[in-house]
């Protein structure tokens, strides 16, 4: 006896930007019943012939106009009823954008929002949200990816912040310099900047050491904040 298959297939991608002072994520509107208009995840369906990978990449591609982005798979969200129209079953992930990329991109029907300030939101996307962040605060003490939400170039305060918006806490500044210098992921590009007008002393810039960051990428390490 053939079995009949009633299940649909969707992802949702909680995207997360850097702005140089706070952490952001996209933040969506439904643009059909049920509750249209409520705040959502980017999301999609997911066909019978498609890889989910393949669809969030290119639904990112679609608001976003971003085709180089890290995208990680976070989980697989299948409660019965997690979805008045059926049963859906949710493969989500959680992708990190430099804002340079996107800062000035138009995306109608969406906006970022501070990661304490997003919405009340369908379904179980504030769980998805959440699960999300949770997983960034352990991979920026185990890898280097901090480093795909920073330009090209940035200061000592800008990575600073970086880290106390992911772990959300403060970091004391002195302690953290330590551990990152000896972590030799930062090259001194011998130029300076003056990070806010009436700043008397111009701030170091810095890049990372892609050699070093290619290495801890694989290996890992432990940044005990």
Same mark, same amino acid.
């Given at each position: 006896?053939?079995? =009949?298959?009633?299940?649909a297939?969707?992802t ?9 002072? *706070?952490?952001?994520?996209l ?8 509750y249209?208009?409520?705040p959502?995840l ?6 019978a012939n498609e890889?989910?990978?393949?669809? !969030?990449?290119?639904?990112?591609s ?8 890290y995208?990680e798979q976070?989980? !697989?969200?299948?409660?019965v009823y997690? @979805?008045?129209?059926g049963?859906v079953?949710?493969?989500a992930?959680?992708?990190?954008? @430099?804002?340079?990329?996107? =800062?000035d991109?138009?995306?109608p ?5 501070? *990661? ?11 769980e998805?949200?959440e699960?999300?962040?949770e997983?960034? =605060?352990?991979?920026? *003490?185990r ?6 939400l /920073? ?7 800008n990575i600073?912040? /970086?880290y ?10 002195? @302690? ?21 007008p009436?700043?008397? *002393?111009?701030?170091r810039?810095?890049?990372f ?7 801890l ?6 940044? =005990?904040f």
């Amino acid at each position: 006896m053939a079995i =009949k298959f009633d299940v649909a297939l969707g992802t949702s991608v909680v995207v997360f930007a850097f702005t140089g002072e *706070k952490l952001v994520s996209l933040i969506g509107e439904k643009s059909e019943e049920p509750y249209k208009g409520a705040p959502m995840l980017p999301s999609n369906w997911v066909k019978a012939n498609e890889s989910v990978e393949d669809v !969030a990449n290119k639904m990112m591609s679609r608001i976003l106009g971003v085709d180089d982005l890290y995208l990680e798979q976070l989980n !697989a969200f299948a409660r019965v009823y997690r @979805n008045p129209m059926g049963r859906v079953v949710n493969i989500a992930y959680y992708a990190l954008l @430099n804002w340079d990329q996107v =800062k000035d991109v138009k995306i109608p029907g969406y906006k970022w929002v501070e *990661k304490n300030a997003v919405p009340e939101m369908i379904f179980d996307h504030n769980e998805i949200h959440e699960m999300a962040y949770e997983r960034l =605060k352990r991979r920026v *003490k185990r890898r280097p990816i901090g480093f795909v939400l /920073l330009p090209e170039q940035f200061t000592f305060n800008n990575i600073h912040a /970086l880290y106390e918006e992911c772990l959300g806490k403060e970091l004391d500044k002195r @302690n953290f310099r330590k551990k990152f210098m000896r972590s030799e992921l930062l090259i001194d590009t011998g130029e300076t900047v003056f990070e806010a007008p009436g700043n008397k *002393k111009p701030s170091r810039l810095y890049e990372f050491n892609q050699q070093k960051y290619d290495k801890l990428t694989l290996k890992g390490y432990d940044f =005990k904040f």
